[in-house]
């Protein structure tokens, strides 16, 4: 089959051949059409093709593009068999958060592959049985003469499969206890760390590296670290994935957001020549300082020229130049004004200073995330006489927990047991009893009702109202778009459609605003704040040529993802320690904030920390920003 990718100098630091794509989607069609040259190779030759199967939410796509190859160009799957990686161990097929549900949902129930060639580890085979089950598991890879392509995702704790640290690398078909990290990550999707279950069953490292053809994707600027160290860094029992550098024919396919941490897209200068744009050039000055633990005006031209950055020196040194100048640049992203100052000289604020005042509109993924990210932001801009509007892109239903409906309606039947009159709220006991009666018959997992998800969303709506009011935004300033693609969806199963798009774009028309804060660049583009980001690009399209949209600012936070670094920083909004003890206590009203959620203050206070290592003011905390560039 094909050869691997031909090196070049930038790839050089790469122990696994690595290709990075401008876009998931791009990725996964690349690779849905490589398994259709196999399976119609394998056809032609009277032939199976086995492929290796993988969950979460990286292959999504992957698999949404065999169905379309399947439904619109004919590709049968009638010639193929599939192992699944692993499965957790206690759940049944019928759980909905089993992974052999998973695959029904995603693939299987969708293409004609038949059912007998499916092979998932069982996660209810009693524990005396679980070796003897694994060994099958093995023998029957065998059987059919081992897998030719096995697909891969990678977990945050950079395992494959359920490969956890400490996984060697012969290792087989086995039970294997979760790592803590692991099932903080799989918290959202059993509603509470303390669902998730503690045990798995998984291909072992051995038994994958055994398949003729390995692919593992990775998207999102949280892969990024974990990618790096798997692919440039020593094979190790603590990242599973790292042994892939031990396969002759093993990829990497990821997006540009997971190579973030990559050598040639870091520190490009050590590859090779660099074109040097500002943000590059920003991005080595401070990459220099931070290695040096010296603030950038003290550095030297023997520093630049002793760390692989000669060119840049050479062309725009001396240091002392060099240095002033982006110590400059960064003195001027930090503004007390995020709104723009009002009758001032412009010219090195990040944002203008008229119109004035300024309608600016907070687009939260969910409820929570403006809060979390940039309560503090909310509330100067408030402060500061603009006419701020909080939305809340999509109810957020999902992460409410079971207690808080359970609370609400035995508090409403406790009511109506004491209001004078109980019989005129018959009605209220009845809606009660009925969410009291939904939530026992769908136990621990099973989906809400639209009743139940109603009920929810009402419930962080209130706590968003809390939270926001601290923040100094009133309730009439708050909209609730509900987004129909979350109302349809579970996590890592979203997808968003045209009437999404249309819901945002008649809020921009609505608002023509000339600032908007959003998130979800770096994410994954399967997660809530990535398929948002998506939707508001393309809702921004339709607003093209429209005269606010052109005149519009654009203001990116960051959410889930990894935190903006000094050199991506475009505006730095500085926190006095009163703000960042308001924004804390506004985080308070949240009844069910993860616990990076919780520690955004903490993130604030090392952006803080970073400028001052930079040798700038000491501020208490930053919110930081950047500017969203309409390429
Ligand atoms: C789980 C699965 C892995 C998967 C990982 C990452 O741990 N067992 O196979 O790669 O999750 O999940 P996601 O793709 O959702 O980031």
Redesign the pocket.
């Known amino acids: 089959m094909s050869t691997a990718p031909r090196r070049t100098a930038a790839e050089a630091y790469e122990k696994t051949p690595t290709v990075i794509f401008q876009s998931s989607a791009l990725a996964a069609r690349e690779l849905a059409l490589e398994v259709r040259a196999l399976i119609e190779e394998r056809a032609r030759e009277g032939k199976n093709a086995v492929l290796g199967m993988?969950?979460?939410?990286?292959?999504?796509p992957f698999y949404r593009e065999l169905i379309r190859l399947h439904r619109e160009e004919g590709l049968s799957f009638k010639n193929v068999i599939t192992f699944n990686?692993?499965e957790y161990y206690g759940l049944g097929p019928d759980h909905p958060e089993s992974?052999a549900r998973f695959m029904a949902d995603q693939l299987f129930d969708h293409i004609d592959i038949p059912k007998e060639n499916i092979n998932i580890p069982s996660g209810k085979v009693p524990s005396e049985q679980v070796f003897a089950h694994c060994r099958e598991y093995e023998e029957k890879i065998d059987a059919v003469g081992g897998i030719d392509l096995q697909i891969?995702?990678?977990?945050?704790t950079g395992?494959?499969?359920?490969n956890e640290p400490g996984s060697s690398r012969d290792s087989l078909t086995r039970r294997i206890t979760?790592d803590r990290v692991?099932r903080q990550?799989?918290a959202a999707d059993f509603r509470g760390e303390e669902n998730v279950p503690r045990f798995?069953i998984?291909m072992g490292v051995g038994t994958i590296l055994r398949g003729k053809k390995l692919v593992l994707?990775?998207?999102g600027e949280?892969?990024a670290e974990m990618v790096a160290k798997a692919v440039e860094g020593p094979m190790t029992e603590a990242i599973s994935a790292s042994f892939l550098q031990g396969h002759t024919n093993a990829r990497f396919y990821i997006d540009i957001g997971a190579s973030r941490e990559l050598t040639r897209v870091k520190l490009p200068w050590l590859v090779g020549p660099v074109s040097w744009t500002p943000r590059e050039t920003n991005r080595a000055v401070c990459w220099l300082a931070g290695l040096l633990q010296k603030p950038v005006l003290k550095l030297t031209d023997e520093h630049y020229n002793e760390h692989g950055l000669g060119d840049l020196l050479s062309e725009q040194g001396p240091a002392y130049q060099l240095n002033i100048r982006i110590f400059n640049h960064l003195q001027h992203t930090i503004t007390g004004w995020p709104g723009g100052k009002p009758n001032e000289d412009d010219t090195y604020r990040p944002e203008r200073a008229s119109p004035y005042p300024k309608r600016c509109l907070i687009l939260s993924p969910e409820p929570q995330d403006a809060v979390v990210s940039m309560g503090a932001t909310l509330e100067r801009l408030s402060e500061q006489g603009h006419e701020v509007r909080l939305v809340a892109l999509t109810s957020g239903s999902l992460r409410v927990p079971d207690r808080e409906a359970d609370k609400f309606a035995e508090t409403l039947r406790e009511l109506a047991a004491v209001v004078s009159d109980p019989t005129a709220w018959t009605a209220q006991t009845a809606y009660a009893e009925e969410v009291l009666k939904m939530l026992a018959e769908k136990g621990d997992f099973g989906a809400d009702t639209p009743l139940l998800r109603q009920l929810k969303a009402l419930v962080l709506r209130g706590e968003l109202r809390d939270a926001a009011n601290a923040c100094r935004i009133s309730n009439e300033h708050i909209f609730f778009l509900d987004l129909p693609f979350y109302e349809e969806g579970r996590y890592?199963r979203f997808k968003s459609t045209q009437a999404d798009v249309d819901a945002l774009t008649n809020l921009l028309r609505e608002q023509r605003p000339h600032q908007i804060y959003l998130t979800g660049d770096a994410a994954?583009p399967?997660s809530v704040s990535g398929i948002c980001y998506r939707v508001f690009q393309a809702a921004l399209k339709n607003c093209e040529g429209e005269e606010w949209a052109g005149a519009c600012s654009l203001w990116l936070y960051r959410g889930k993802e990894r935190p903006l670094e000094a050199h991506e920083i475009d505006m730095a909004v500085p926190l006095s320690p009163l703000q960042l003890e308001r924004k804390t206590r506004a985080l308070g009203r949240f009844g069910s904030l993860s616990s990076l959620e919780l520690s955004s203050p903490e993130s604030n206070r090392q952006n803080a920390a970073h400028y001052d290592a930079l040798g700038l003011a000491q501020y208490e905390a930053i919110e930081a920003f950047q500017r969203w560039s309409r390429a």
């Open positions: 993988a969950t979460g939410s990286t292959p999504v990686l692993d992974y891969l995702g990678i977990g945050r395992h494959i499969g359920f979760l692991t990550d799989a798995a998984t994707m990775a998207w949280n892969k890592r994954d399967s």
